[in-house]
């Protein structure tokens, strides 16, 4: 199961970003996916997720400004981040908890993480 994360980058405050999430190996519209972000020294922490039924659920504190989107064709999960605040600064991971192609239980995988700078 590999998840291949691209999108991050340097944006200033008030820009946009959108954040794609690859996924191969397992069976993609069957799965939940969801992006994290963890800052050096904090705990990962969940910024959005979107069910394999598209149900979305997303933190506090992007609510209004990120959209969480998935294309089952594609067998990919993106993230798009408007009204972006520097505080918005961390590593980005998307994720899901999933039984590979193949496999019988369940097990957790992230994807490498790119790394999102709001800043001017």
């Known amino acids: 199961v590999q998840l291949q994360a691209s999108g991050g980058g340097l944006v200033e405050p008030g820009g946009s970003l959108r954040l794609s999430c690859v996924v191969s190996g397992i069976v993609f519209r069957n799965h939940d996916m969801a992006w994290y972000r963890q800052a050096p020294g904090k705990q990962r922490e969940l910024v959005a997720s979107?069910?394999?039924?598209?149900?979305?659920n997303l933190a506090d504190s992007v609510k209004g400004r990120f959209t969480i989107s998935r294309d089952n064709a594609k067998n990919t999960v993106y993230l798009q981040m408007n009204s972006l605040k520097p505080e918005d600064t961390d590593v980005y991971y998307c994720?899901?908890?999933?039984?590979?192609?193949?496999?019988?239980?369940?097990?957790?995988?992230w994807g490498q993480g790119t790394l999102v700078t709001v800043s001017s």
């Open positions: 994720n899901t908890v999933a039984i590979p192609r193949g496999g019988y239980y369940r097990k957790t995988y």
């Open positions: 979107l069910s394999s039924a598209g149900r979305p």
